[in-house]
């Protein structure tokens, strides 16, 4: 991905950026692509070439994921903030979501880097990454 390509990316799309080998983040994209009706999100494993891309470009480490990415026409969103930046984006009752908002961003942080510290022995985790299916192919990167 050449340096053009990606920065027409992070400016015109929303991306998120998820773990594959995790099976808890990829029952989220199952969840994204099932209420995203709208299509307001790509996909984007960060093992795929793409998602190391636009790891490197905002500084985050390339082989040891600690937060969901969402990357909104150029704006970064990480941890609880990204979780409920996309709730807010999908139909109802998901957007209800939002309302977390009223606790302090570090109690939403701990909470959701506790779930992410802990995913893989709580969740499991895949030795592949799964590849879409013919139909979601174009949501994804």
Known sequence: MDN????SLIEHEQII???AECKLCNRWTRFILRFDS??????CSVQ??????????FGFPLSDYETM???SRGRLFTHSDAFLAIM???PL????????????????N??????????YRLFGRYSYCALPSAENARRFL
């Open 110 to 119: 701990w909470l959701y880097l506790l779930i992410a510290r802990n995913r």
């Open 17 to 19: 950026l998820f773990d």
């Open 93 to 108: 009752p998901w957007r209800w979501c939002g309302i977390l908002r009223i606790f302090p961003v570090r109690l939403r």
């Open 69 to 71: 990415l969402l990357i």
């Open 48 to 57: 795929s070439p793409p998602g190391q891309a636009l790891l490197a470009y």
């Open 88 to 90: 807010r984006q999908l």
């Open 4 to 7: 053009t390509d990606l920065m």
């Open 38 to 43: 709208a299509h307001h999100f790509k996909l």
